[in-house]
């Protein structure tokens, strides 16, 4: 699986804490080898969001996603719950 970084979700990537980047490094690892590992709760989104996928990064972070049709994934944002305003 190739995951191409938008631009926005490398911004808001640097501006993550240590600990969350390296959270976000390892669901990464987790999702390129299976994108509905439950402990991802990796789910379709609503609303102008309906596009898009989201999955879990511990309790606070997600990290919005869309798939391509084939077998490229793009990486749109990354953050709290705040990412969907």
């Known amino acids: 699986m190739k995951i191409i970084y938008t631009a926005k979700f490398s911004r808001e990537y640097k501006k993550l804490s240590r600990e969350i980047k390296i959270s976000a490094e ?20 609503h609303g102008r969001f309906k596009d898009f996928w989201s999955f879990s990064i511990g309790f606070k972070h997600r990290i919005i996603f869309e798939f391509d049709g084939s077998k490229t994934v793009y990486f749109h944002s990354i953050g709290n719950h705040s990412i969907y305003q």
């Open 26 to 45: 390892q669901a990464e690892a987790v999702f390129r080898k299976n994108p509905f590992t439950p402990s991802l709760d990796a789910h379709k989104l």
